[in-house]
């Protein structure tokens, strides 16, 4: 069975702050996929990324990046010099390779950046 | 562009009422559909998937069904709403297995 952890509920930080959002994953398939969405307040959920687990090269996009270890079985989230836009619940998911591919998330992490 | 159109955005309804939630589908054919829930807690649970016309998988049992009556038409319904029915309704799509899924705009569902 799959299971996705975020373990920070809730984290709050000042604008210009750095930020690392954690998620740790567990699957038996030696290839599956991993994504980070955003639910801003609208609660519309918003694609951020896509990696598979074949791919461990570090991503950067503008202020964010992503660092996906396969040895620890992590997919973490960084913001750099974090502003009040990006205040919202990020999510991180994993799906099989196999079948229908359905995503399996963890519980979100509540970002709060203030001015 | 692909795009996702659900509706309502709101509904409040009363314990025992039915309910029909319409998810459609623009840009693409044969998409895998999916609807979740996500309740207090903010964690998605998957509800239904459906990989074509007619066919629908449950994860979860539940007082809710889904259909697919047309490719790019996903219904969600109940025949007597719960209290824990309550929640925000999401649909998503997937153009096809692995590919990032897409997202409605969500209903937030109230059962009083």
């Known amino acids: 069975a799959q299971k996705v952890t975020q373990a920070q509920t809730e984290i709050s930080v000042v604008e210009k702050e750095d930020v690392t959002l954690d998620c740790v994953y567990e699957?038996?398939?030696?290839?599956?996929?991993l994504f980070w969405y955003k639910q801003p307040p609208s609660g519309e959920l918003v694609f951020l990324i896509r990696?598979?687990?074949?791919?461990?090269q570090n991503e950067i996009s503008g202020r964010y990046s992503w660092n996906f270890q396969k040895s620890t079985s992590s997919f973490n989230f960084t913001i750099t010099a974090s502003q009040v836009v990006d205040s919202a619940v990020y999510f991180c998911?994993?799906?099989?390779?196999?079948?229908?591919?359905?995503?399996?998330f963890g519980k979100g992490t509540m970002l709060l950046v203030s001015p | 562009s692909q795009t996702i159109h659900q509706w309502p955005a709101t509904l409040v309804q009363p314990v025992g009422s039915p309910l029909s939630l319409e998810c459609t589908v623009e840009?693409?054919?044969?998409?895998?559909l999916y609807w979740y829930r996500q309740a207090a807690g903010r964690g998605l649970q998957l509800l239904f998937y459906?990989?074509?016309?007619?066919?629908i998988s449950s994860e979860v049992p539940q007082n809710l069904s889904a259909s697919r009556p047309q490719d790019r038409q996903f219904i969600l319904s109940s025949k007597k709403l719960l209290l824990s029915d309550s929640g925000f309704y999401l649909c998503?799509?997937?153009?096809?297995?692995?590919?990032?899924?897409?997202f409605g705009q969500g209903t937030r569902l109230t059962v009083v």
């Open positions: 998911a994993l799906s099989e390779a196999q079948g229908y591919s359905t995503l399996t």
């Open positions: 699957t038996r398939d030696t290839t599956y996929y």
């Open positions: 990696r598979n687990s074949f791919d461990e």
């Open positions: 840009g693409t054919s044969n998409p895998n």
């Open positions: 459906s990989v074509g016309i007619g066919q």
């Open positions: 998503a799509r997937q153009t096809t297995g692995n590919t990032e899924a897409f």
